[in-house]
């Protein structure tokens, strides 16, 4: 496996949740972080825990201009290289099947999933150069079913299937490409989208904690631990890690 030492990593939706315990994880072992993000002063705070190793670039994944200046960013912060792209950023969408709207279901695959695929277009040529790696964040939605989640869902359906057609796609340009499946960790995914108030989310993940088979909701640094093997795997391309303290199984213990 490779080490971190020195690689340039551009992560997007940095600023909080998953992307800045990721963030966390890579510098600590020497890597060359970029993070992005809306918010500037999330991303102001991340930046003073982590140091010189990490550099901050305020954007929006869903702007090509912005896109542009990510990837210029990490280069320039990496030392003239990209190592890795973790497609990080998303939003939470949920409307029943009988209120769907065309607006927010083009919000959702613009932001979830088009937005990934352009900056991983933009990514591809300097990664060329690394033999580099791309992850998507996928979510364990797509194994089991949660009314009211179809948007969300089908959202991260969708990059699981770009990420082995990609993987095939840039394989023989030595570029790695893999999906993370993420179970239950306690993020402000659902609270920036408004769905809940931060002491329904709290009660939300307490009832959830059951559904999986270890019994409890996991961490970002957990799910970082994962992106961190997706990255630094040699000989791995084209999967779904399942990162998710076994909710996927669907295990009974009644």
């Not at 551009?10 to 020497?30: K, N, P, V």
């Not at 990837?71 to 912060?77: I, S």
Request: aromatic content about 4%; glycine content about 12%.
């Amino acid at each position: 496996m490779r080490s971190l030492q020195g690689m340039s990593v551009l992560i997007t939706g940095g600023g909080s949740g998953i992307g800045a315990d990721c963030a966390q994880r890579f510098c600590e072992q020497g890597a060359l972080v970029t993070i992005s993000g809306r918010r500037i002063d999330k991303l102001e705070a991340v930046q003073a825990q982590l140091g010189d190793n990490c550099r901050i670039v305020q954007g929006d994944v869903c702007q090509q201009s912005d896109r542009v200046n990510m990837v210029e960013v990490a280069l320039a912060h990496g030392g003239g290289k990209l190592d890795a792209l973790i497609n990080n950023a998303a939003n939470m969408y949920r409307q029943p099947v009988d209120g769907y709207t065309e607006a927010h279901l083009s919000d959702a695959f613009n932001t979830n999933v088009i937005s990934a695929m352009m900056l991983s277009s933009l990514a591809v040529p300097h990664l060329d150069a690394t033999d580099g790696a791309i992850v998507f964040i996928g979510s364990t939605h797509t194994r089991r079913a949660f009314p009211g989640a179809s948007p969300y869902a089908t959202t991260k359906a969708a990059l699981e299937g770009l990420t082995k057609v990609m993987a095939a796609e840039l394989g023989p340009r030595q570029i790695r490409v893999g999906c993370i499946l993420p179970g239950a960790v306690s993020t402000e995914l659902n609270l920036r989208a408004g769905l809940f108030t931060e002491a329904e989310a709290k009660d939300r993940y307490d009832a959830v904690a059951g559904l999986h088979a270890l019994g409890r909701i996991g961490t970002g640094t957990e799910v970082a631990e994962g992106i961190e093997y997706l990255v630094t795997a040699e000989w791995v391309t084209g999967v779904a890690l399942e990162v998710d303290g076994g909710i996927g199984l669907g295990a009974s213990h009644f």
